[in-house]
């Protein structure tokens, strides 16, 4: 049984920092693509970041780009999102996402609130 299991959102100020970490079971996860997704109220889903099955290549979305990092555990099969310096309009449900020829996982999402 495919399962992720987002965790490490909350409620944080801007300028502040989380760690997201996404813990997946059932299926190989050196083997596939992994990225994070968010969703905004009232937006559609959209791609925050994406790492190949080695880590050599990554894509960011603009808005994240220089803020964020994603990076991965092969041997603990966990994803992780490092967001730093975070704004107000970061605030969304973050989801992780695991792909593979046309395989497609997800997780079932933690939510993000940056706010003064």
């Known amino acids: 049984q495919v399962q992720l299991v987002e965790s490490g959102g909350g409620l944080v100020q801007p300028g502040e920092s989380l760690r997201l970490s996404c813990a997946a079971s059932?299926?190989?996860?050196?083997?596939?693509?992994m990225s994070w997704y968010r969703q905004a109220p009232g937006k559609e889903r959209e791609l925050v970041a994406r790492?190949?099955?080695?880590?050599?290549?990554?894509n960011y979305a603009d808005s994240v780009k220089g803020r964020f990092t994603i990076s991965r555990d092969n041997t603990k099969n966990t994803l992780y999102l490092q967001m730093n310096s975070l704004k107000p309009e970061d605030t969304a449900v973050y989801y992780c996402?695991?792909?593979?020829?046309?395989?497609?996982?997800w997780g079932q999402g933690t939510q993000v609130t940056v706010s003064s």
């Open positions: 790492l190949t099955w080695i880590g050599s290549i990554t």
């Open positions: 996402n695991a792909r593979k020829r046309g395989l497609d996982y």
């Open positions: 059932g299926f190989t996860f050196s083997t596939y693509v």
